[in-house]
């Protein structure tokens, strides 16, 4: 097939597509569609929303274990090295 035969065939496609859900949505079919997609996307943002925060949250609380971690890690490693000056080793 030739490139511009292949734009004409692509343009007339997407035309057809465009005049499709043009009727579509026109239609008091169409307006009840139109009422599932919304509903639709709102509940997957909600969805997305809602399982965002719960990885924020999960984030937060693997910090907060890392830190304390690390603190208790670092102190250990202070009173390890205190003991050893203490006791002259």
Do not use: F, P
Not at 1 to 14: R, S, Y
Not at 17 to 23: E, I, K, R, S
Not at 47 to 69: G, H, I, M
């Amino acid at each position: 097939m030739k490139d511009q035969t292949k734009i004409i065939v692509g343009v007339l496609a997407g035309a057809a597509v465009v005049a499709a859900v043009g009727l579509l949505l026109r239609s008091e079919k169409g307006n009840e569609i139109k009422e599932e997609v919304s509903d639709y996307i709102a509940d997957l943002i909600k969805s997305v929303k809602t399982k965002v925060q719960s990885t924020a949250d999960d984030l937060v609380d693997y910090k907060d274990n890392a830190v304390k971690n690390a603190r208790s890690i670092i102190k250990n490693k202070v009173d390890n090295a205190s003991d050893a000056v203490i006791s002259g080793n």
